[in-house]
């Protein structure tokens, strides 16, 4: 359940962009995924590396494992990677987890590229490796990713541009400008491969125009997702392109935190307000799409995330198969395929986010508040 608490906003250390693109359309279904080389009794420790607190959902998955953990037998570890050196504290935290004989690691990578060595070092050991919510890079020594469908977080987020447009831009064609998350975070690519798989055709037949000339991820990322990144960016193209009365329309944007950051820009700028997408579900983001400021977000909800992940050690202990998708476009890691548990994003706009967030008490009384 979602508590009342305050946003750690982190800078994440730069790190180069993997290239991990959408770059089959495959998917099929297996019925199991890899077996773990050891037991996981109950009462056994299972750690969970987590990033920076960059998002609101990475504070709450904290509070989700520590209860899930607890409540399904085993003991918990959860570690979140430092601020400032968020890379050599995760590779700390991991080796530390492994030291005192940790039966499995759940992993929400830091830089998602950067983690071999210690998953190598892990599966030695015959620890059970779970990559949570971001896959981990380049190694076959991943068991299992748990995540959302990414690339379908993309998709929708492109849909609701479109639907946003049209419903409060008339008819087009529409000026636009598209934004990315932090290269270091593999899910950044994916979301936007996703969104770019319903946008090209629109930039294409001229529906959309991108006044920048920005479309490629290496221009539009967001180093960091921090959210004074987005808001400069948004600003500096303001002053490039909008300045002498060319409309901005509508701005993709891959989450919430980001999405006020360029909300804050256009306002700053004097600019009507644009209609901008988001991701998470934010407390903050709320009130603004209840009052038509924000046009959309998406719900993945974390507890549920959280015990997809818990459920999955539990399954092994007891020695069962857990049930895992093969999905080349969202979990093909640059070496395998890892088999995933894969959850369902849902957006939100105005219309649907008291329905949306029923079994959310603090984002459904929210919704209400705003209706
Ligand atoms: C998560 C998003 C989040 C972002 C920034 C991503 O990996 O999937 O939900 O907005 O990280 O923290």
């Known amino acids: 359940m979602r508590k009342k608490y305050i946003v750690g906003i982190a800078a994440v250390a730069a790190a180069t962009a ?7 359309t495959g998917r099929t279904t297996s019925g199991s995924g890899s077996s773990s080389s050891t037991s996981i009794p109950k009462g056994s420790l299972i ?40 890379v050599p504290s995760q590779q700390a935290e991991i080796n530390s987890m492994i030291t005192k004989g940790a039966k499995a690691i759940i992993i929400g990578a830091a830089d998602g590229s950067q983690l071999g060595t210690q998953v190598a070092q892990a599966k ?24 959302f469908n990414n690339f379908h977080v993309g998709e929708l987020q492109a849909q609701a541009l479109l639907d946003g447009l049209k419903k409060e831009k008339g ?18 690519t994916v979301f936007f491969n996703g969104a770019m798989s319903v946008l090209k055709p629109k930039i294409a037949d001229g529906t959309l125009k991108v006044v920048s000339g920005q479309t490629t991820f290496q221009k539009v990322n967001t180093q960091g997702w921090l959210a004074q990144n987005a808001q400069k960016r948004m600003t500096d193209l303001i002053t490039a392109n909008y300045a002498k009365g060319t409309k901005l329309d509508g701005v993709l944007s891959p989450n919430d935190t980001l999405a006020r950051a360029i909300l804050q820009a256009t306002k700053s700028a004097g600019l009507a307000n644009p209609v901008v ?67 369902t994003p849902v957006l939100v706009t105005k219309d649907n986010a008291v329905a949306a967030y029923k079994n959310d008490p603090t984002l459904e009384k929210l919704a209400t508040a705003g209706q």
């Open 47 to 86: 750690g969970v590396a987590l990033p920076a607190k960059t998002s609101q959902n990475w504070v709450l998955a904290g509070q989700d494992f520590q209860s899930s953990i607890t409540k399904a037998g085993f003991k918990a570890d959860i570690q979140y990677a430092d601020n400032n050196t968020p």
């Open 18 to 24: 993997l290239a991990l693109s959408g770059c089959s």
């Open 277 to 343: 997408t988001g991701q998470d579900s934010e407390t903050d983001s709320i009130p603004l799409i209840m009052n038509g400021t924000q046009y959309s977000t998406i719900y993945k909800d974390t507890t549920l995330e959280a015990n997809a992940a818990v459920d999955l050690v539990s399954t092994l202990s007891k020695g069962g198969k857990p049930k895992t998708v093969n999905d080349k476009t969202n979990n093909y890691n640059g070496t395998i395929t890892v088999p995933a548990v894969e959850l």
């Open 124 to 147: 030695k050991q015959g620890i059970t490796v779970i990559a949570w919510d971001r896959n981990i890079l380049n190694t076959k020594n991943v068991d299992y990713y748990v995540a």
């Open 171 to 188: 008819s087009g064609p529409y000026n636009v400008e598209l934004f990315a998350g932090s290269p270091d975070d593999a899910n950044a």
